[in-house]
């Protein structure tokens, strides 16, 4: 038998089950992805409720972002010393619980209250099993972060798709209290199997010698806004398409509003294919090729979508767009993670979603004096960015704990 069988059978023998960790955590990103989806569909029904105005929704919808970014730095912390796994848990409980809150509110005010709280379990969620997914990505030794990241694009099409379904048969209250109940229903079985697994533990990175640790302290750090970067330019891409990509495909190409919808979309799915496919592209092509390949796709696809003459063209350009970000993020906030663990994890994951919070004003200010066209043209920019950032950094931080490449 070759020894490095050998090497991986004793590295994993006295560990937990591994798989079930595996099922765990993915039911957890997939349960994350359904409650946000889930909320966001009966925003409309909520904002009649409340009687809010444009203006004072979007205050209140503010909450969720504050509550998200504030979260995430704490849960980093959180994360190195009660551990991920209970972090997790615990957030998906509140996570749970408060998305049956907003049918409660009767006024913006209240809403942005209770959103804060939303947008907090949110937050701490996304950096806790992140963590853990590092973890388990370690011990594994194969690069499956993106199949976790999958199984959220899955879990939000699923909420999404329910959400439309019964929107105009049961109220928001019904609604989204029956989605507090799956919620903690999940938890209970997955976070069950999450709090009885030890995280597996991975050997601190080797200090190259003559290194002192604070240098290598300042380097990785400097590695992890990095990466956290490319996190900020693929979720940019995210929040810019999901708010703009079908008012482009209306108003500038003339399509009708149901194919317009069809925008986000294809997107979405040719997304959730990517990272499905991710961990094969990653042991075939190794890290940088992936990323550098699915930040050009992306870039070339996203100028396609922006300026095509056509609404098929500018659907087939969303669908390129997708496929390129797909792995971009999840392979992103591994590599943070690898280097600096949870705070790592917590520090990329801030900055993407700082990302997705820039996107849609940014695009909306450049279509006022560029014309919406040309302003998703810097959704390619930021796509182009990230894949010089990949392939300069195709060296950096290179240590025990990376993901060998497979072939």
């Known amino acids: ?36 989806a889930g909320w966001v569909v ?71 209250t209770v959103l804060l709280l939303f947008g907090a379990a949110y937050g701490g969620i996304s950096v806790a099993f992140n963590s853990a997914a590092v973890d388990l990505v370690t011990a594994l030794r194969r690069p499956v972060m993106p199949s976790f990241h999958a199984a959220f694009s899955l879990g939000g099409m699923l909420g999404a798709g329910v959400g439309a379904l019964v929107a105009g048969s049961l109220s928001p ?28 533990v991975a050997a601190p990175p080797a200090r190259p010698a003559g290194e002192s640790p604070s240098g290598r302290d300042g380097r990785t750090r400097a590695l992890v806004v990095v990466f956290g970067l490319i996190a900020l330019c693929t979720a940019y891409g995210e929040g810019a398409l999901a708010d703009w990509g079908a008012l482009h495909l209306e108003e500038d190409l003339g399509a009708s509003p149901g194919t317009a919808a069809l925008g986000y979309s ?32 992306a870039a070339l696809g996203m100028l396609l979508g922006a300026l095509a003459p056509s609404v ?60 919406l066209p040309s302003a998703l043209t810097s959704v390619a920019l930021l796509a182009a960015v990230a894949t010089v950032i990949a392939f300069a950094t195709r060296r950096a931080g290179a240590s025990r704990r990376d993901v060998p490449r497979v072939g």
């Open 42 to 112: 009966r925003i409309p029904a909520i904002k009649a409720q409340t009687g809010a105005s444009a203006s004072d929704l979007g205050l209140a919808l503010l909450g969720v972002s504050a509550g998200a970014v504030v979260t995430m730095m704490l849960t980093g912390r959180l994360c190195r010393r009660y551990g991920s796994h209970p972090v997790t848990v615990a957030c998906a409980v509140l996570l749970s619980l408060s998305i049956a809150l907003p049918p409660l509110t009767h006024s913006a005010l209240a809403l942005g």
């Open 1 to 36: 038998m070759p020894l490095i069988n050998k090497t991986r059978r004793q590295r994993l023998a006295p560990g937990p089950d591994l798989v079930r960790l595996r099922v765990a955590l993915t039911a957890f990103f997939a349960l994350d992805g359904f409650l946000f």
């Open 266 to 297: 294809c997107f979405a799915l040719a997304m959730t294919v990517g990272r499905l496919s991710g961990t094969t592209l990653l042991e075939r092509l190794g890290r940088t090729p992936t990323l550098v390949a699915g930040g050009s796709t």
């Open 312 to 371: 098929g063209l500018a659907l087939a350009g969303y669908a390129v767009t997708g496929l390129g970000l797909a792995n971009l993020f999840p392979v992103a906030v591994e590599r943070a993670g690898a280097l600096a663990g949870p705070s790592g994890v917590a520090t990329a994951s801030t900055l993407g979603y700082g990302g997705m919070l820039l996107g849609p004003p940014a695009i909306g200010f450049m279509a006022d004096w560029f014309g």
């Open 173 to 200: 209250t019904v609604h989204l209290w029956g989605l507090a109940l799956v919620g903690l229903a999940v938890t209970a079985v997955a976070g069950r199997v999450l709090l009885r697994c030890e995280p597996p």
